[in-house]
Nanobody, 123 residues
Framework: QLQFVESGGGLVQPGGSLRLSCAASGFTLEDYAIGWFRQAPGKAREGVSCIRRGGTTLNYADSVKGRFTISRDNAKNTAYLQMSNLKIEDTAIYYC????????????????WGQGTQVTVSS
């Protein structure tokens, strides 16, 4: 079973920044693509960004392009999501997930999830 502990969320004003961390255990991170997802109240979980095993990245949500950067540190078995110029609509619980087959923005492709970390953007 893949296990994840997300952290780094909090309350931030519009235009602010946060860096989320995804500490993985139970598997070797370098063998998996890692995705970040988010779920706002009353909405479905949506893909945000993904980083492949080789390190190439993609964004699922057009709204985060140029603002969010995904990265990974295989030695620490940890992935990150650097978020800048945050907007009120970024408010959500953020989750990470992993798949050895590669990236997918479909949340139902992943079986294992952490508890998530809450990001609240408000003035």
């Amino acid at each position: 079973q893949l296990q994840f502990v997300e952290s780094g969320g909090g309350l931030v004003q519009p235009g602010g920044s946060l860096r989320l961390s995804c500490a993985a255990s139970g598997f070797t991170l370098e063998d998996y693509a890692i995705g970040w997802f988010r779920q706002a109240p009353g909405k479905a979980r949506e893909g945000v960004s993904c980083i492949r095993r080789g390190g190439t990245t993609l964004n699922y949500a057009d709204s985060v392009k140029g603002r969010f950067t995904i990265s990974r540190d295989n030695a620490k078995n940890t992935a990150y999501l650097q978020m800048s110029n945050l907007k009120i609509e970024d408010t959500a619980i953020y989750y990470c997930a992993a798949d050895p087959r590669g990236c997918s923005g479909r949340f139902n492709r992943y079986n294992d999830w952490g508890q998530g970390t809450q990001v609240t953007v408000s003035s």
